[in-house]
């Protein structure tokens, strides 16, 4: 990967030309406004949260295992390397990056799913709406507004950092639900954050920072927890042959120092991909600013063709290694559970919420109940979630 830094692009998001915030604020003398919203950010409670809600693995297994915190500092690295050397800003796809996990619930994606089948009558549930209602209503600790009152170019990044979530361009995903009714409501209400259309490209940046450090850190965090060893990635593409290239280099290197080493070298291969695959983009669509961005009809950073197989053949892999490893269905098992059952019973009983939240409650078994016993799930930790669960379920544990 290049060192040399390029001067700004012309289709970079450029603070001074952003769309502004829905409500107005005076500008600051010593940050951008993409600054701001990034220290917003990481300001917020549910980034703290993130330190205690894990991807794979709950957070009283190891120290050592990622959690959603790590995993956000890594994609936002990542993103601000990628940005540095296409010229973009880099302070807005980091804004973005540390965002894009605000929404989790505990447990990971067994979290999401189980909670996902609680709302399934009321709507259900999104980890990237959840973002969304964290940044724009959830978070109160401003005494101007609720929220973060982000930029529109950050809540654009949040919103479609994977695509656009209707028309031609929507994934397969996004087209087998409707768009979740807080960003569509806010869309149409608010600031229309051009549904149909891409993202800025820092935004999509973030996306495949996310989908680099991802693969990557559960190749560690896989090997870490025994669930693999080496030699079964010995037929992966590109994982092998670079873990091979590493143990040839270097001799009898120790396991941990040959992890860290071929998984930095993997990392910068698929970085260097996609920084070379975007660049041939970028020349062949001659975008002359973020608008045309936008208007492009397609994503214009991606990695080639041969690394999206390689990306594809390492997801089948962990799927099958990882994922579903009986270890994984075991704790994954339980954590649907534990959600399960904190959610029926607060919904059926909202006077065991806690006192701020109880108030909030509009009777039992009712949707707008049932949205707000989905909001305090889903900013549970781990920790949290497996201890209110004790606290309620068990005879002899105290309230």
Request: net charge negative; proline share 6%.
């Amino acid at each position: 990967m290049s060192s040399q830094v390029p001067a700004p692009a012309p289709y970079a998001c450029r603070p001074e030309d952003s769309r502004g915030r829905l409500i107005g604020e005076p500008s600051s003398p010593t940050r951008s406004d993409f600054q701001r919203d990034r220290d917003r950010i990481i300001h917020s409670a549910a980034f703290r949260r993130l330190k205690y809600k894990t991807q794979v693995f709950v957070y009283h297994e190891g120290d050592h295992y990622r959690t959603r915190l790590t995993h956000s500092l890594e994609v936002a690295q990542i993103a601000r390397s990628i940005s540095r050397v296409l010229g973009l800003h880099e302070d807005l796809a980091e804004a973005i990056a540390l965002a894009h996990d605000l929404g989790h619930t505990p447990f990971g994606h067994a979290g999401e799913d189980a909670l996902d089948a609680c709302m399934a009558q009321f709507g259900g549930f999104d980890h990237n709406e959840q973002t969304f209602r964290i940044v724009t209503s959830l978070e109160r600790r401003y005494a101007a507004f609720d929220g973060l009152n982000l930029t529109w170019e950050t809540l654009e990044g949040v919103v479609k950092h994977n695509g656009p979530l209707v028309g031609p361009g929507a994934s397969a995903k996004a087209k087998a639900r409707p768009v979740p009714p807080s960003i569509a409501a806010y869309s149409s209400a608010s600031r229309n954050l051009e549904l149909d259309g891409w993202p800025g490209l820092e935004a999509q940046v973030a996306a495949l920072a996310d989908d680099i450090a991802y693969n990557n850190h559960d190749i560690d965090d896989g090997l870490r927890a025994g669930l693999f060893d080496v030699h079964d990635l010995d037929d992966v593409p590109l994982v092998g042959p670079v873990f091979s290239e590493v143990s040839e280099r270097y001799p009898g290197l120790e396991t941990p120092r040959l992890v860290h080493e071929s998984i930095r070298r993997l990392i910068d291969r698929m970085a260097s991909d996609l920084i070379e695959e975007s660049r041939r983009r970028l020349a062949e669509s001659q975008p002359g600013s973020a608008d045309d961005v936008r208007r492009a009809g397609r994503a214009l950073i991606g990695f080639s063709a041969p690394m999206r197989e390689n990306d594809r053949v390492l997801k089948g892999f962990l799927f099958e290694r990882m994922y579903r490893h009986y270890k994984v269905n075991r704790m994954t098992s339980k954590a649907r559970r534990v959600v399960r059952e904190l959610f029926d019973l607060y919904l059926a009983q909202p006077d065991c919420l806690p006192g701020e939240w109880q108030a909030q409650a509009a009777g039992p078994e009712t949707p707008a109940t049932a949205r707000l016993v989905a909001d305090y799930i889903a900013g549970m930790t781990d920790r949290f979630a497996l201890d209110e669960h004790q606290r309620l379920y068990d005879p002899y544990s105290r309230p």
